[in-house]
């Protein structure tokens, strides 16, 4: 009785067709192009501290976006009818 063959690791880069995770969750945020500003401005100037103005201008879209969610799911909890213990 032989074991069987080990598969090797999906090494398969995923094409420029599919859609990156991260890049579809920030344009759910509505902050994508501000996102792709850092981007663009981290490729022409290779150093962070050059682009901190984009920075922290995708940063308070993040932030404003994350304080609106938190709102949200707080107003869907006060609807839920509470439960007894």
Known sequence: MTSPTPQPH???RPSEDEEDPVDHM????GCAQLHYAVQDCM???????KC???VQT????????QKTKREEL?????????TQS
């Open 10 to 12: 999906n090494r398969r």
């Open 52 to 54: 901190q103005p984009q």
């Open 26 to 29: 920030i344009v759910k945020t």
């Open 43 to 49: 490729a022409e100037n290779q150093d962070w501290r």
């Open 74 to 82: 707080t107003k869907h909890r006060q609807k839920l009818p509470q």
């Open 58 to 65: 995708f940063k308070n879209c993040m932030v404003a976006y």
